[in-house]
């Protein structure tokens, strides 16, 4: 699949959360991402990154 | 010329398929809607389906009248979409006469070598071109 993937910083490194993202919403309590077959995840994190031409998200945990 | 779209889970991929189809083909294209569950065939039914059936049975019956069968390559592997493409349906879509169009979405432990990866709306548009051409040869459609 080439959409984007996302990834949360742990530290140093990019963890894999997420392959193929179609959707990153915004919500109050962190960020729902969902994938092209409707898999959802939320996450307590912001976007650090948008890098799509690598089709990569990068996001960071939030306390 | 009928079409079936099978899709699973929350019929996202069905329903980006549905509406293209509907969008590039003539308004007497028939689609049906076949999901695995009733939110997959809702999702189809809503992106311009004609008509839609749930479950095993339904793509049993389906899968051998119709002209073409699109979905996802997991429509053909048995226990797919988390269990909900049976073997039942995986047997009936790929016995059936109908051509298959099937989008190479590496899950389900399958990976098709040799296809570029490509964005979903890309694969997409291909498919229904090819799905254009194949009706234009097969005089499914006249123009």
């Not at chain 2, 065939?41 to 119709?66: H, I, Y």
Request: glycine share 8%.
């Amino acid at each position: 699949m080439c959409e984007a993937n996302a990834y949360l910083l742990k530290g140093d490194k990019e963890e894999l959360v997420l392959e193929g993202v179609d959707r990153v919403v915004p919500q109050e309590e962190g960020i729902l991402l969902e994938d092209i077959f409707g898999k959802r995840k939320l996450l307590r994190a912001r976007i650090k990154e948008m890098a799509l031409v690598e089709h990569k998200i990068i996001l960071e945990e939030t306390e | 010329m009928r079409i079936a779209v099978v899709d699973g889970q929350g019929g996202g991929i069905g329903k980006h398929i549905t509406s293209k189809i509907r969008k590039e083909l003539p308004p007497e294209v028939e689609i049906l809607a076949l999901g695995t569950n009733a939110m997959a065939t809702a999702a189809m039914l809503k992106a311009g389906a004609n008509e839609g059936a749930t479950g095993e049975n339904a793509v049993v019956r389906n899968a051998s009248r119709v002209d073409v069968i699109v979905g996802s390559l997991a429509i053909v592997l048995a226990e797919s979409m988390l269990g909900e493409v049976t073997p039942r349906m995986a047997a009936s879509i790929a016995a059936s006469p109908a051509l298959k169009l099937l989008l190479p979405l590496n899950r389900s432990g399958v990976e098709v070598v040799g296809v570029k990866e490509e964005p979903l709306p890309h694969l997409i548009d291909a498919l229904v071109v090819r799905l254009k051409e194949w009706a234009m040869e097969a005089g499914k459609l006249t123009n």
